[in-house]
């Protein structure tokens, strides 16, 4: 028989301390309190006040916490290792957690944007209007490339055999972003090491990899998709612009949102946009992906080559 804690679902959220990933779990909780929720973070003094954060609103709720850096691969095995021993199923992971460091804006491309066809294209994507500087990890890998992207795969692989179960479906879930560009990706340098778009890079190699996943886990029961949350006031958009600039450039935001608002089954090869608006209309629109199979597919063996160099480093060490 099994007891009412094996019945539950588990859900996973990493970077769940804070804005997008504190807010989903809320919103989580609040259409099904009887989940088990694992808050996935890097620094357990922000997850310990994101839990009673969490538990203020929700009392009853079933909150865990787990430590890993999405950065660190060493951490990232470590805490596989934990979910293993903690855990006999997972039902949902939303692979969240996610940086962009040093960001700096364009004023010139902005100035430019701001008077062309492009404007609303611009404000609701960023194109062109944002670079990064980015870092080597002690894994030797880019930053950004191993939180956004790499320390996830691994997390996924690792977490396989309760991902892909025969009785029951699991389903991925990636924060991408509007953001994620195919002229900002490339194959031959898919960490980004040469440009300075580090992020989008990362996102776009987010899209490219969930359509990967699907094609190579569907038949063994898992399926990812990737979600675009939309431009959310959180610790990375302040390491953009600081508050009270947002609320300054809010306005033309919101016409950029009223102009693009069009109301419409998980398809693969669609991003589902968040479309809420601050005037009331709140509904999620799936756009098909600016890429192709092959180079999902070929970026998947990439990462599996660099999974299997980065295995045999770890059992060297
Ligand atoms: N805000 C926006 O407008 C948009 C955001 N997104 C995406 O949504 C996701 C969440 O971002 P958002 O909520 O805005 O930003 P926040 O900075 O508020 O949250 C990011 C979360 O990720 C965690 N995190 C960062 N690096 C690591 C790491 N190495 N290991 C573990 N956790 C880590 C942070 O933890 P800590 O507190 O310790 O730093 C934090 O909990 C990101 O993937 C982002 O790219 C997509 C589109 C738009
Ligand atoms: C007066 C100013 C210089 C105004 C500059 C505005 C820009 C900084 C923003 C306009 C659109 C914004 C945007 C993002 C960042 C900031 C802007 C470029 C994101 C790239 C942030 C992260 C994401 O994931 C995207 C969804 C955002 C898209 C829009």
Redesign the pocket.
Known sequence: MMSSDNMKKVVLV??????????LCKRLLSVDDQIHLCL????MQ?AETARAALLCSHPGADIALLK?????LK?VLEAAKELKQRYRRLDYLYL?????PNPRIDFNAFINGLFSRKAIHMFATGEGLLTQEDQVTEDGLQNVFA??VF?HFILLRELEPFLCQSEKESLVIW?????ARRSAFSLTDYQHTQGKES?SSS?YATDLLSVALNNHYNKQGLYSSVV??????????Y?ILPPFFWTLILPIMLLVWLFKQKPESLDPLAKYYSCTSGLGSNYVKPVKMDLDEEAAEAFYQKLLDLETKYRCWQNVK
Request: hydrophobic share 30%; with cysteine; proline share 2%.
């Open positions: 990493t970077g769940a301390n804070s804005g997008i990933g504190l807010a996935a973070c890097r620094n922000r890993v850096d999405v950065g660190s951490s969240n957690a996610g940086i962009m939180t956004n320390g924060s991408s972003s509007s953001n992020y996102k675009c949350p939309g431009l959310v006031m959180t610790h990375l958009t390491g």
